[in-house]
């Protein structure tokens, strides 16, 4: 083998000269890890960066809110609303140094001041904090902030035109009612029926994106506080194309015992959904609306499990003897759950006592003959 070696010229072994860079398995894990590596490093000196730059912010922040504190709690005591209203900006700066006022952090900090404490005071003093929130520009700067493209800017400048009542901020928050942020859009909402003079609430019927529980709600609460102060125009809500807008009329009419909206209800009943019908239903079991029975009648013939419960509930407080005929048929015609048998026999009971007793004397139903039982004892009779 020497001999047969020896015959053959040498040549270096150059493909294994770099044997880290030939074995790219080895190659890639060593990458992955040198990666890792400098990725968890400019993590952590990025965090490092955040928690100086916060901790500043924090010091500045408090340095400023006991800067403004001595003259936010001076100022209002000292002087009265006419006193404010006409001192100069050069007497304004001897409170609030101009220098400072220019900076945003400050301004911030003295707005949130101003509004926490507006939010506390009543009569004179309101009207004090209002007025210097305008003399020192602060108006201005709420309405910059709304103009800003990110969310919860937006949100935190309507808060504050809320607050302190800014009207000449109202044309443009009404774009803003159907703007696809969520929190924008109902906080946009509330402002308007806040702040605006006009009981009017086209802008309501207009909305396009459907109305949560949750806004329901909070719109309902600011309603009835300005529904206290002026007639509120609910009637404009009917021609919605919005269907959560159209219940969410149905219930102002039922919560605010607008009776006057009786006729406008009644054409809802033509092309009424299912829970239309079942706000519907409430509201005229609520108002004891007897001329509403046929339409009740109706209701009973729905597929609709929900509106069919609901019709019987009204059907309890506003039905006759032609209800009862009803009721009898259904009883007998329809394969019914144990609830709806229950709900049926009630409102059976509840109209006419004597037809309900011989319903349950005719019917060979253990189920409906026990729930006659319940429903008579007078022990019972409520659970």
């Not at 770099?18 to 990025?46: M, P, R």
Request: some cysteine.
């Amino acid at each position: 083998m020497i001999a047969l070696a020896s015959q053959e010229p040498y040549t270096p072994f150059q493909k294994f000269r770099l044997f880290f860079v030939s074995d790219y398995k080895l190659f890639l894990v060593s990458g992955i890890i040198i990666l890792f590596f400098t990725v968890s490093s400019g993590l952590t000196l990025f965090m490092l960066i955040l928690k100086i730059k916060k901790g500043k912010r924090d010091k500045l922040i408090e340095k400023y809110d006991q800067d403004i504190l001595l003259p936010l709690s001076s100022l209002p005591f000292e002087k009265e609303v006419e006193e404010i209203q006409a001192m100069s900006i050069d007497e304004l700066h001897e409170y609030f140094p101009k220098d400072l006022l220019e900076i945003e952090l400050y301004q911030e900090v003295l707005i949130d001041r101003i509004i926490s404490l507006n939010k506390k005071m009543k009569g004179d003093f309101k009207l004090k904090f209002k007025t210097l929130y305008l003399l020192l520009g602060l108006d201005k700067v709420s309405i910059r902030l709304l103009k800003e493209k990110s969310w919860d800017r937006k949100t935190l400048a309507l808060v504050q035109i809320n607050e302190m009542d800014l009207v000449e901020a109202l044309p443009m928050i009404r774009p803003l009612v159907n703007h696809d942020n969520f929190y924008v859009r109902s906080q946009a909402v509330a402002t308007l029926l806040n702040i605006s003079e006009s009981k009017d609430l086209a802008f309501l019927r207009d909305l396009t994106y459907p109305l949560s529980n949750w806004q329901q709600m909070n719109y309902l609460r600011i309603i009835k506080f300005i529904s206290s102060q002026g007639v509120v125009n609910i009637d404009v809500l009917f021609e919605s194309k919005n269907e959560t807008v159209r219940l969410f009329a149905i219930k102002l009419v039922r919560q605010l015992g607008r009776l006057d909206l009786m006729d406008s209800l009644s054409s809802l009943t033509k092309n009424a959904t299912d829970q239309e019908k079942v706000e519907l239903l409430k509201t005229y079991a609520a108002f004891g609306a007897h001329m509403e029975l046929s339409f009740i009648h109706e209701c009973l013939n729905s597929f609709s499990s929900e509106v069919f419960q609901e019709a019987i509930s009204a059907a309890a407080i506003l039905g006759d003897d032609s209800t009862i005929l009803r009721l009898s048929r259904i009883l007998n015609s329809r394969q019914l759950s144990f609830g709806q048998l229950k709900l049926i026999l009630f409102a059976m009971r509840e109209i006419d006592f004597e037809s309900f007793d011989q319903a349950i004397q005719n019917t060979d139903s253990i189920d409906i003959q026990n729930i006659g039982k319940h429903l008579k004892d007078p022990l019972l009779k409520n659970v």
